[in-house]
């Protein structure tokens, strides 16, 4: 069992840069993969970004690449989403998922593929 808690979501105007922190507490060594996800009110989750906690390898989605950037501090047992740049279609829900279970790089960013779940944080962007 892993649980995850989100924290650092907020509004901000566009252009700004936030934050997010994940920490996890549980059986946290067997994560093989974590991601974040989000959720617009009316849209379907979206895989934002995701990491092979053993390796470091990263992933993301077009929609942000180049402006969002997903780490990992081990000792702290803490996933981090530092968001650049934000656009107010990054306004959502944001998430931080886990599993055990190493994914396939192709499906990093399916949630279907996570069986951990944060509670979420708001990200408010305003134009």
């Known amino acids: 069992q892993v649980r995850l808690v989100e924290s650092g979501g907020g509004s901000v105007q566009a252009g700004g840069s936030l934050r997010l922190s994940c920490a996890a507490s549980?059986?946290?060594?067997?994560?093989?993969?974590m991601a974040w996800f989000r959720q617009a009110p009316g849209k379907e989750r979206e895989g934002v970004a995701a990491?092979?906690?053993?390796?470091?390898?990263?992933y993301y989605a077009d929609s942000v690449k180049g402006r969002f950037t997903i780490s990992q501090d081990n000792a702290k047992n803490t996933l981090y989403l530092q968001m650049n740049s934000l656009k107010p279609e990054d306004t959502a829900t944001y998430h931080c998922?886990?599993?055990?279970?190493?994914?396939?790089?192709?499906?990093?960013?399916?949630?279907?593929?996570?069986?951990?779940w944060g509670q979420g944080t708001q990200v408010t962007v305003s134009s």
């Open positions: 990491i092979y906690t053993r390796s470091g390898t990263t």
């Open positions: 549980g059986a946290t060594v067997s994560t093989r993969n």
């Open positions: 998922a886990a599993t055990f279970k190493l994914i396939l790089n192709g499906d990093v960013l399916r949630d279907n593929k996570y069986n951990y």
